[in-house]
T-cell receptor, first 113, second 118 residues
Framework: DAGITQSPRYKITETGRQVTLMCHQT?????MFWYRQDLGHGLRLIYYSAAADITDKGEVPDGYVVSRSKTENFPLTLESATRSQTSVYFC????????????FGPGTRLTVT | AQKVTQAQTEISVVEKEDVTLDCVYETRDTTYYLFWYKQPPSGELVFLIR??????QNEISGRYSWNFQKSTSSFNFTITASQVVDSAVYFCALSEAGSGGGADGLTFGKGTHLIIQP
């Protein structure tokens, strides 16, 4: 299916565990992004990537690691999950042309117990 | 740095009323882009509109309209004759041309939870 997908859609993990959230897009968009959504904060940018092997920190990068070995995939890893990382995570992609908006995935709801 | 403020945390109106969601932004760029996204209870983010800083014409799409005023740095969203299906969280967002129009990501407001009562 064309578009942007995230997996898993729901995840419960324990404090201290490593967890990876997957994001896959089929448009070959150059740019990809990870946001987290928390009540009272809206969406905040965690990391972004301009192309394969190019990543950069956003507003709230601490505790997260990203990689982008292929254009279509942009996994987000929580190396040692904390309760403060309980959130809804959205992946987005953008083709690089300002006439278009960012396209968002369906989100992953992560609970850290 | 850029900033988006949605001062209305929650608005509740009765169906068929008109409602305006406020959005005020801050940016040092002269070229920038403003967006509105809708997040229904199902959780996905739905794109509504994109506006660049050189286009101050108001936009109307059915019951939705947007008023962009550079003089007050505002990009307000009005729903006319609201319906229960309009109940959602609405986000205003900004990107700057200095970042390529979105390459550095979007800056979001905290969102306005709109409740339309039948």
């Amino acid at each position: 299916d064309a578009g942007i997908t995230q997996s898993p859609r729901y995840k419960i993990t324990e404090t201290g565990r490593q967890v990876t959230l997957m994001c896959h897009q089929t448009w070959s968009h150059s740019y990809m992004f990870w946001y987290r959504q928390d009540l009272g904060h809206g969406l905040r940018l965690i990391y972004y990537s301009a192309a394969a092997d190019i990543t950069d920190k956003g507003e709230v990068p601490d505790g997260y690691v990203v990689s982008r070995s292929k254009t279509e995939n942009f996994p987000l890893t929580l190396e040692s999950a904390t309760r403060s990382q309980t959130s809804v995570y959205f992946c987005a992609s953008w083709g690089g042309d300002s006439i278009y908006e960012q396209y968002f995935g369906p989100g992953t709801r992560l609970t850290v117990t | 740095a850029q900033k988006v403020t949605q001062a209305q945390t929650e608005i509740s109106v009765v169906e068929k009323e008109d409602v305006t969601l406020d959005c005020v932004y801050e940016t040092r760029d002269t070229t920038y882009y403003l967006f509105w996204y809708k997040q229904p209870p199902s959780g996905e983010l739905v794109f509504l509109i994109r506006r660049n800083s050189f286009d101050e014409q108001n936009e109307i799409s059915g019951r939705y309209s947007w008023n962009f005023q550079k003089s007050t740095s505002s990009f307000n969203f009005t729903i006319t004759a609201s319906q229960v299906v309009d109940s959602a969280v609405y986000f205003c967002a900004l990107s700057e041309a200095g970042s390529g129009g979105g390459a550095d990501g979007l800056t979001f407001g905290k969102g306005t939870h709109l409740i339309i009562q039948p």
